[in-house]
Nanobody, 115 residues
Framework: QVQLVESGGGLVQPGGSLRLSCAAS????????MNWHRQAPGKERELVAT???????NYADSVKGRFTISRDNAKSTVYLQMNSLKPEDTAVYYC?????????WGQGTQVTVSS
């Protein structure tokens, strides 16, 4: 079955950096688009970054120039490098894959940006 396990969250000061990882299993990783979403308290979940199986990437306007999504198909892992973090980046971050029309999610990892 599909499993997604995020790691790398934590508490960081404004301007700091974090690198999130999502280890995937249960599907052909290299053939699927991988996404990072986030959900802040009291807000809807939003798409942050996408890495397609063809090698293209897309970002939400709010993170462009600060976040970088990457993937290692040999390790079935997708990453989110987050730089110049702001308090408004505080959220639970989830990785996501859609397989045969069904969305799968990890358990999420908390990112808190605060001084």
């Amino acid at each position: 079955q599909v499993q997604l396990v995020e790691s790398g969250g934590g508490l960081v000061q404004p301007g700091g950096s974090l690198r999130l990882s999502c280890a995937a299993s249960g599907f052909t990783f290299s053939s699927h688009t991988m996404n990072w979403h986030r959900q802040a308290p009291g807000k809807e979940r939003e798409l942050v970054a996408t890495f397609t199986s063809f090698g293209s990437t897309n970002y939400a306007d709010s993170v462009k120039g600060r976040f970088t999504i990457s993937r290692d198909n040999a390790k079935s892992t997708v990453y989110l490098q987050m730089n110049s973090l702001k308090p408004e980046d505080t959220a639970v971050y989830y990785c996501n894959v859609r397989k045969w029309g069904t969305d799968y999610w990890g358990q999420g990892t908390q990112v808190t940006v605060s001084s």
